[in-house]
């Protein structure tokens, strides 16, 4: 049998050194005062011997040497994460166990989808499915409003993961609609643009379509309810006084507050919108209910228009 040529072992030794590092996720530092040591868990035991050795066959001198072997061994590990399920990944890098350790808020977006997902598929652990998701979509936004069957269309996201994604990011509008509705008294156009951008935003500022709300107050302007009146198209929504005013009167509503969207993202009022604001606040003086305001939401979280503040209801 042929002898195997010494550069031939010494990279084997090299690699099978590479390949320890990556296991133990221990990292070679090179202290001030000249002192190679090792970066590692907590609970990853490495002897005396042991790192000597890793540093004799690595040829570890130098700072230099060590910030580039600590580039392979993350290399290799994450050539591992891709073909490995999370949970044979080292504790410490589970996505999971670094929710409980650091909390959510350290967790990149790419591990709380993982977190959400569970699984992967083939090839392919549940935090890079998680990384295709945002590279397809861009933002969390931009999942939220793409429909469920465009999430479905990603190889190893089918109608389960889909529906656990879509329900999640559910979670996140509704805890804004929570701190809306503990909003006591709204007394200011302030106010009102706070809790129509708690309670609304989160689900119009997307839609394709128009849609038309009230918010319905109390004889100390405290909600008590919100309503939608149409579904428009992506142009415009029909909207009726007479629907308006039964709405208010079955709640024994005191006052009103109307919102609609504008699917184009432009929030400036249109005459259309300035008439049928004014229709509205006639209709209602009739029968005794007042109207706060009309807000008009568009595509950004600062994309709003009050018609009180520009004098377009009296």
Sequence with gaps: MEEQPDTDRSQDTVSSMIDFLAAKRAYPMFSRKGNIFFRKPANTLLSDEKAKEIIDQLKLKTGEDCRRIREIVKERLDQERTNRPIREWIKEERPREMLHR???SRLSLSKLLAIIL?????GMSAEELGRSILNRFKTLRGIDSSPLSELCSIQGVGEAKAAQIKAALELGKRLYRERAERK???SSAVDVITYVSEYYAPYLRDSTKEFF????LDSRNKPIDN???SKGSITASVVDPKEIIREATMKSASAIILIHNHPSGEPDPSQDDIHITDQIVR???LVGIKVLDHV???KDTDDYVSL???GLIR
């Design 102 to 104: 650091y909390g959510p």
């Design 118 to 122: 569970r699984t992967g598929r083939e």
């Design 184 to 186: 006591r008294k709204i």
């Design 213 to 216: 709300n009230i918010i319905l």
């Design 227 to 229: 309503i939608e009146i």
């Design 283 to 285: 209709a209602c003086n």
């Design 296 to 298: 008009i939401i568009g």
């Design 308 to 310: 009180l503040e520009k």
